[in-house]
Every structure is written in structure tokens, then in C-alpha cells.
């Protein structure tokens, strides 16, 4: 159980970094 949870927020943090650095590389290609 503990385990499967460790996995499930990896996953969460993994797809939040994703998104972040998509949000930022959006950013970076408007400005520039």
C-alpha cells in the first residue's frame, strides 16, 4: 500500500514537471 502510494505521487510530481516545463517552453517561444 505505502508503496503504491510512493508510486502514485511520483507519477503526480512526474506529469506536474511535465506540464510546468511545457508551460514554461510556451512561454519562452512567445517571448522570443
Known amino acids: 500500500m505505502k508503496k ?3 508510486f502514485y505521487v511520483k507519477k ?3 506529469l ?3 506540464f510546468i516545463v511545457n508551460e514554461v ?3 519562452i ?3 522570443f
Do not use: A, E, R, W
Open 29 to 31: 517561444v512567445v517571448n
Open 4 to 6: 503504491k502510494k510512493l
Open 25 to 27: 517552453h510556451d512561454g
Open 16 to 18: 506536474l514537471t511535465l
Open 12 to 14: 503526480v510530481y512526474f
